[in-house]
């Protein structure tokens, strides 16, 4: 939505994209980049934002089009890069604290909640939760890396 001149705009074409994602996500295929996919049909929506705005002076052009698409691309792999990573990260935590990471982030389980169940303050879980987060930026930090110092 970078390409637009202005926010009304960027949230018409986010609004009609969303609805397009929503009318063909039958035709998304599980296995796939889903991230791609979604860039995919907001570009068309912006390509049919465009052919109606094009009697607009303020227009951009293609050459401007191209290059943050460029730069839309190269977010949207960093993007899976780290996901990616992520993923990896979390099958190399220890049972108990993958399963603290899921009931916090994926769950959305207050800290009071969890730390009754686990008979802990609150402040023992946040710590522990604060040291598992550090873990998996580092996790992530060094696989990113890797990747690099490979590519």
Not at 65 to 90: F, G, K, Q, W, Y
Request: aromatic share 6%.
């Amino acid at each position: 939505m970078k390409r637009l001149a202005n926010h009304e705009q960027a949230a018409e074409v986010l609004q009609k994209t969303n609805l397009a994602i929503c009318e063909n996500a039958a035709r998304y295929t599980p296995d796939s980049n889903f991230s791609a996919w979604a860039f995919t049909v907001a570009r068309f929506q912006l390509l049919a934002w465009r052919t109606t705005a094009s009697r607009n002076r303020l227009v951009f052009t293609d050459s401007l089009h191209e290059t943050i698409d460029n730069a839309s691309d190269a977010t949207a792999t960093a993007h899976d890069d780290h996901v990616l990573a992520l993923r990896d990260c979390l099958t190399k935590l220890k049972h108990d604290d993958l399963r603290l990471i899921q009931q916090r982030y994926r769950d959305a389980t207050a800290l009071a909640d969890l730390a009754k169940a686990l008979q802990k303050s609150v402040d023992a879980i946040g710590m522990r939760l604060s040291r598992l987060r550090r873990q998996l930026a580092d996790c992530i930090r060094n696989k990113l890396q890797a990747q690099l110092a490979e590519d």
